[in-house]
Nanobody
Framework: QVQLVESGGGLVQVGGSLRLSCLAS????????VAWFRQASGREREFVAGSKRSGTYVYYADSVKGRFTFSRDNAKNAVYLQMSDLRVEDTAVYYC???????????????????WGQGTQVAVSS
C-alpha cells in the first residue's frame, strides 16, 4: 500500500512561486499514475496536473497551464509541482494522489484514485 506525504505549502504573494513535494513510501512508485489535486474552501476537489505510470506525458488543468510544472522522480518515489505566477484563485489545499489503474479518461477524476496524502495548504495573498 502506498503512503503519500506532501510538503512545501505556505503563504505567498501574488506572482510568487512555491514547490510542492510528494514522497511515497511502500512499493515502488513507477507502476502508479500520480496526480496533484486541489480543493479550495467550499469547492469540489479538482485536478491540477498528473501523469500516467509511464510519465512520458503530463496532463494539466487549463487554469494552470504555463504556470505549473509537474515532474516525477521514480527513483526517489517522488513527484513535484513547481508553481509559478501564483494567483489568489490558486489558494487551496493541495493533495497528491496515486493509483495503478488510471487511464486517460480517468486521470482527472479524483474518484479514480485510491491513495491520497494528507494535503498541504497553499495560500496566495494579494
Amino acid at each position: 500500500q502506498v503512503q503519500l506525504v506532501e510538503s512545501g505549502g505556505g503563504l505567498v504573494q501574488v506572482g510568487g512561486s512555491l514547490r510542492l513535494s510528494c514522497l511515497a513510501s511502500g512499493p515502488t512508485f513507477s507502476p502508479y499514475a500520480v496526480a496533484w489535486f486541489r480543493q479550495a474552501s467550499g469547492r469540489e476537489r479538482e485536478f491540477v496536473a498528473g501523469s500516467k505510470r509511464s510519465g512520458t506525458y503530463v496532463y494539466y488543468a487549463d487554469s494552470v497551464k504555463g504556470r505549473f510544472t509537474f515532474s516525477r522522480d521514480n527513483a526517489k518515489n517522488a513527484v513535484y509541482l513547481q508553481m509559478s505566477d501564483l494567483r489568489v484563485e490558486d489558494t487551496a489545499v493541495y493533495y497528491c494522489a496515486a493509483d495503478r489503474n488510471i487511464i486517460t479518461s480517468t486521470i482527472q477524476s479524483p474518484q479514480a484514485y485510491d491513495y491520497w496524502g494528507q494535503g498541504t495548504q497553499v495560500a496566495v495573498s494579494s
